[in-house]
Nanobody, 116 residues
Framework: VQLQASGGGLVQAGGSLRLSCAAS????????MGWFRQAPGQEREFVAA??????????YYADSVKGRFTISRDNAKNTVYLQMNGLKPEDTAVYYC????????WGQGTLVTVSS
């Protein structure tokens, strides 16, 4: 299994970024998918989740990002996305995608840095 996250960068508070995560080595459409993040000195935390096809396009968000972040997926491209708007300095972290429940293969993640 490989989970390749990309799209991170440095952005000012209030800005936007769109993260992508390309999955390989698994039948992508069979899995619920999620985004997670880990800030410096913190434990990894859940950010957002999206159900797999046939489960009604259910999406969940952590309270801290609800209303600002949107998760989506393209099953033809084996890719899950995270649109992040209204970014805050506290969103600074390395962002990872994984299946739900998570596999052991977290990949490198992508760093998002939000300056105040």
């Amino acid at each position: 299994v490989q989970l390749q996250a990309s799209g991170g960068g440095l952005v000012q508070a209030g800005g936007s970024l769109r993260l992508s995560c390309a999955a390989s080595g698994l039948t992508f459409r069979n899995y619920h998918m999620g985004w997670f993040r880990q800030a410096p000195g913190q434990e990894r935390e859940f950010v957002a989740a999206i159900s797999r096809p046939g489960f009604g396009d259910v999406r969940y968000y952590a309270d801290s990002v609800k209303g600002r972040f949107t998760i989506s997926r393209d099953n033809a491209k084996n890719t899950v996305y995270l649109q992040m708007n209204g970014l805050k300095p506290e969103d600074t972290a390395v962002y990872y995608c994984n299946t739900l429940p998570p596999t052991d293969y977290w990949g490198q993640g992508t760093l998002v840095t939000v300056s105040s």
